[in-house]
């Protein structure tokens, strides 16, 4: 019999008391106990009304299995993976469901790289969980708090960054926070660097009733309100627990990561590193690697997800890794996510501009972008889905790394895959030409509801 993964694109999540149990997390915490062998593990937690319980349930496992635990309390997902591997510890695990509905929690291991583990490593996790293989121990381990998880990861943020210059140009921010966990840290941040700080949805509130705890494009009008109306310099949202970030530039428009991830390796990043590789997954615009080829980088592509793209950054000793949804990554502080970081090195890029965010995002090749998603009645349907959209038409080429990206031309294309978190395929596509991006969206979405 198949056994059912555990992991998915980030962690293992599931909604609280129905499919992540009680009995299901003090078992993979018993499983992840055995993979780390020995502590101390740091632990720590979002915002969501059952991450507490979870913490406690965690904390309480690791230690009847022998391992110390440094209790970091509620922090960022970034705060907790530089804690990993700080040194002081052997690895972190955060209770966090990310970007999903209040309702949904998860439990995300790092190594002691502050890496999340890599898929093999997850199916090792997956093995001890499942054939109940839980190391024994005779004695019990201590647990203690750790209040410099925030403040010591506060310090090497700001030792990335031009710190004075910063504060020489007092930029304004406008920052939503989205109720979720870098309401703690992002905020503080900045104002150490001397902005003046507009916070949106500034309370931590487990159903993130301001604007959900995803920031998209859609659902960020309140902000690029604030942007304007504030005369900020830029606007950033994170998500619930604060390693993804989208930025509006100063007249309000919002863009996706990956124009983001362009601007810095335009501006910024290709003097601190030159001749770099940037890495990130397949769906990333070509925007990114236009600007690249320019700037002497070299782009490396990964199936979607962050760990694959974090994985690879540690194997290239890669100092820039980002995606398209607001993950970016900067090797310096850690091969993660992290969007308190990323908006320190925004602030780094403007004060050494000469021109505005809007003016910078002007000078970038432009493209048109459609991302949209589709509801599964059932998980089978993926690999229909998918046969039917790469047996459709008569494309330049089909890459199959994950999923299906069809390439009708050199600067056009469209991709579809399962997601690794939700019941959903997902569906992105990008084009030089907005009218074949129109009629190439609609003729594929046919396709894919005809499949399901």
């Known amino acids: 019999m198949q056994r059912q993964r555990l992991f998915g694109t ?3 999540r599931g909604v609280y008391g129905k ?8 078992d993979l915490t018993y499983a992840i106990a055995t ?17 507490p319980a979870i913490s406690r349930l965690v904390c309480s496992a690791l230690n009847s299995a022998g391992l110390d635990v440094g209790d970091a309390g509620l922090v960022p997902t970034p705060c907790l993976q530089f804690a990993a591997k700080s040194g002081r510890y052997n690895g ?3 209770i966090t469901a990310s970007h999903n509905p209040p309702e949904y929690n998860g439990i995300k291991p790092a190594a002691a790289d502050g890496v999340e583990i890599s898929r093999e490593d997850e199916l090792k996790v997956e093995e001890i969980y499942y054939e109940r293989r839980f190391a024994t121990t005779s004695g019990h381990g201590r647990e203690f708090a750790d209040e410099n998880v925030i403040p010591s990861y506060a310090e090497k943020v700001l030792s990335l960054v031009d710190a004075e210059k910063i504060r020489s140009k007092r930029l304004t921010v406008a920052m939503d926070v989205g109720n979720g966990a870098q309401a703690v840290c992002a905020p503080m941040i ?13 309370n931590i509130d487990s159903d993130f009733p301001g604007r959900g705890s995803e920031p998209t494009p859609d659902n960020l009008g309140v902000l690029s309100e604030v942007v304007r109306s504030g005369k900020a310099d830029f606007g950033v949202a994170f998500d619930g627990d604060g390693d993804r970030s989208i930025f509006c530039d100063d007249s309000g428009t919002i863009y996706w990561g990956d124009v983001t991830g362009a601007l810095l390796a335009k501006n910024l990043l290709a003097q601190k590193h030159p001749g770099a590789e940037i890495v990130c997954p397949v769906n990333t615009s070509i925007v990114l690697e236009k600007v690249a080829e320019q700037a002497g980088l ?16 540690v194997e290239r000793n890669a100092p820039l890794g980002l995606e398209e949804n607001g993950g970016f990554m900067y090797g310096p502080i850690n091969e993660v996510r992290d969007g308190a970081m990323t908006t320190a090195l925004v602030l780094d890029m403007l004060a050494g501009a000469r021109k505005t965010f809007s003016g910078l995002v002007e000078e970038l090749p432009r493209t048109f972008k459609i991302k949209t998603k589709f509801s599964l009645g059932s998980r089978d349907a993926v690999s229909k889905v998918i046969k039917a959209c790469i047996d459709h038409g008569s494309p330049k080429r089909i890459e199959t790394m994950d999923g299906a990206k069809i390439w ?7 991709m579809v895959r399962p997601s690794g978190t939700e019941p959903l395929i997902r569906m992105y596509a990008e084009s030089t030409d907005k009218l074949l991006l129109d009629s190439k969206v609609e003729e594929y979405s046919r396709i894919v509801k005809a499949s399901i």
């Open 10 to 12: 980030n962690g293992v």
């Open 190 to 202: 900045a104002q150490r660097l001397g902005c003046k700080v507009i916070v949106v949805n500034g």
């Open 408 to 414: 009708i031309d050199d600067e056009t294309w469209l």
């Open 298 to 313: 070299n782009v490396v592509y990964t199936k979607v997800g962050s760990v694959e793209v974090s994985r690879e950054m």
């Open 92 to 94: 972190g695990i955060m």
């Open 19 to 26: 499919d992540l149990t009680n009995d299901l997390v003090i």
């Open 35 to 51: 993979y780390y062998g020995s502590g101390p593990i740091a632990v720590g937690y979002d915002g969501r009304r059952s991450s």
